[in-house]
């Protein structure tokens, strides 16, 4: 892809602009960055080039958060959602490749809006988490981020909703994501979709993506436990709204 077969220029410095955003919520809570960027780019670039797009931004700008993720995370319950995932990513590839757009994005907000009302109901699970649990929402996380690049609320519905420290919560979250996101990368590169044009997207969008993520990042050791889970919330009910394909 040469710079003359890039988007023009008011999408591409909507997408940057896009990216800064949805960097900042992935700072902060260590999720969201999928539910703001994926509806808006794939919009604009199609889903085929904002998925694989957003994997490479944010596996290469989140990596300076893994170390301290990999010091605050329960890297047992991390691993056995791993485990999930190796199974559903490559489900949810073939359907990215393969289903209309369109519906997969109808697929995504709905999904968005179920763990919305799971969340707010104040429902809570009072155990410490299953093994068989865990990997069956870790292979729900992949399907999601094989198919849109939306794995996060399946995760967060799971963690968030119960009794854990919302520093254990991001970091077990910023982990999992690190580290299924490498094994979305090894798909997409045998499904054909990490191609030149998406990765010189990639480095023209990481610069915006990165300032968010360090602002993100920042705003998150000032918020209380309360203001983190409110916002984790309103980001899943933005993710309903603003993926709503009301245009196809």
Same mark, same amino acid.
Request: aromatic fraction near 8%; charged fraction near 10%.
């Given at each position: ?29 260590? @999720?969201?960055?999928?539910?703001? @960027? ?53 489900? !949810? ?47 729900? %996380?992949?399907?999601? %981020? !094989? ?14 909703? !119960? ?60 918020? %209380? ?17 603003? !993926? ?5």
């Amino acid at each position: 892809m040469s710079p003359s077969e890039l988007p023009p220029a008011g999408t591409l410095a909507a997408t940057v602009a896009i990216a800064a955003v949805a960097g900042l919520a992935r700072g902060f809570s260590g @999720f969201g960055a999928a539910l703001i @960027f994926i509806p808006l780019a794939s919009a604009a670039l199609g889903p085929r080039i904002a998925v694989p797009l957003l994997l490479v931004v944010d596996n290469i700008t989140a990596f300076p958060l893994v170390p301290a993720a990999w010091r605050g995370a329960e890297r047992r319950e991390v691993g056995s959602l791993l485990l999930g995932a190796l199974a559903g990513t490559p489900a !949810g590839t073939w359907l990215l490749l393969h289903l209309d757009p369109t519906a997969l994005r109808w697929g995504m907000c709905a999904l968005a809006l179920a763990m919305l009302a799971l969340l707010a109901s104040g429902w809570r699970y009072h155990g410490r988490p299953a093994l068989p649990l865990s990997v069956g929402v870790g292979a729900a %996380s992949g399907l999601f %981020s !094989g198919a849109a690049g939306m794995g996060g609320p399946p995760v967060v519905a799971y963690w968030l909703g !119960g009794a854990i420290p919302a520093a254990r919560v991001r970091a077990n979250i910023v982990l999992f994501f690190a580290a299924s996101g490498l094994v979305s990368a090894a798909v997409y590169l045998v499904g054909g979709l990490l191609t030149a044009e998406v990765l010189l997207l990639a480095a023209l969008v990481a610069p915006g993506y990165a300032l968010g993520l360090w602002a993100g990042a920042r705003l998150f050791g000032r918020a %209380s436990e309360q203001a983190f889970r409110r916002a984790c919330f309103a980001l899943i009910a933005l993710a309903a709204v603003l !993926g709503l394909p009301l245009r196809g």
